[in-house]
């Protein structure tokens, strides 16, 4: 794999991780504590950390993929 692939897929992953994280802080922050406010810190550090676990665990799930024949 490519970097430029690589880094499109973390993008990707990022983007729709970070998403997901900034709507369900707000909709915890909301329901539970009244403010509808957004844990930005936690928001990117689970979409960074999700991101490159991804991009590492993608290739070689796809190699072992190609190796059992699948």
């Known amino acids: ?3 430029k692939k690589w880094l499109i897929d ?3 992953t990022f983007v729709v991780a970070l998403m997901t994280t900034v ?3 707000f909709l915890w922050s909301l329901v539970f504590h009244g403010a509808g406010t957004v844990d930005w ?4 550090r689970f979409a960074a950390t999700f991101g490159i676990v991804y991009g590492l665990v993608q ?3 796809k190699a072992r993929e190609s190796r059992l024949g699948r």
């Not at 810190?41 to 990117?44: D, G, H, K, P």
């Open 10 to 12: 973390f993008a990707i």
């Open 59 to 61: 290739p070689w799930m």
């Open 41 to 44: 810190e936690t928001s990117f």
């Open 1 to 3: 794999m490519n970097l």
């Open 23 to 25: 709507s369900v802080t």
